[in-house]
């Protein structure tokens, strides 16, 4: 839960008495990333939006393709050095970034398409956690990590292997980092949620706010959940 402020989640003015907010978003250029960075609900946040064309009004822009893994130490260089210069008292890093159409049949698949996928959809999730919890080590700041994940890759589906995949390995990495960031203090608090099919909510931003409220729910780090399991 939020220590020091109550983001004003329903629809007022976001207040915070705290100086210093970083929020990074990779995916933010379009679809839930993009109403979530346009949802933030702090004044005076800074965010970066960590993606391959940009454009988020008002924010930082570190231009990758995070199926490239190249790409990665571009964003652990990033997460590393904001985090020293500003010396931040909350810092959030919301990860939505993820392949937007299925490979196809593993057997049938472009193999290059289905790499990509694999790198998107997986690795990049957990190195770029990795990098994210490295740049905290020794900071007292508040913490945050969020994983959005595909609601439908629960189940199998034809063509989907890579989401589905992708979808098991991030969770279980959360469940495993998140006991390892109990028993650190402060730690950071890191969860897995799958909003699910966005038609059963009114609009994108009401899915982005809905994720914006899970940091003022009481979630231990390492929780793994349905956004339908507190909406």
């Known amino acids: 839960m939020m220590r020091d402020f109550w983001p004003a989640l329903g ?59 190249e790409s990665w130490p571009v964003v652990e260089k990033d997460f590393r050095q904001r985090i020293e210069a ?14 937007q159409t299925p490979a196809g049949p593993a057997d049938l698949a472009d193999p290059a398409q289905y790499t990509r996928s694999v790198l998107l ?38 063509g989907e292997s890579t989401l589905g995949a992708g979808k098991a390995a991030i969770d ?6 998140g006991l390892e960031q109990q028993r650190r203090s402060p730690g950071c608090r890191v969860i897995s949620v799958a909003p699910g099919p966005l038609d059963r909510f009114e609009s994108p931003d009401s899915v982005a706010r809905a994720i914006w409220g899970l940091l003022e729910q009481e979630l231990d780090s390492g929780t793994v959940l349905h956004l339908r399991e507190v909406t």
């Not at 978003?25 to 949802?39: C, K, N, P, V, Y």
């Not at 945050?144 to 595909?150: A, R």
């Open 86 to 99: 500003e010396d931040p008292d909350l810092v959030v890093f919301i990860h939505t970034a993820g392949a």
């Open 172 to 177: 279980q990495w959360v469940r495993s980092v």
């Open 11 to 69: 629809g007022g003015p976001a207040r915070s008495p705290l100086r210093r907010i970083l929020i990074w978003i990779s995916g933010a250029s379009a679809g839930l990333g993009a109403a979530l960075a346009a949802t933030i609900p702090f004044e005076g946040a800074e965010l970066v939006d960590i993606s391959r064309r940009g454009g988020v009004p008002g924010a930082q822009h570190v231009a990758v393709d995070l199926a490239d893994p």
């Open 121 to 158: 959809n997986s690795a990049a999730a957990q190195v770029l956690g990795h990098s994210f919890l490295g740049a905290l080590s020794g900071s007292d700041c508040e913490q945050h990590l969020i994983m959005v994940s595909p609601g439908d890759a629960y189940r199998p589906q034809v």
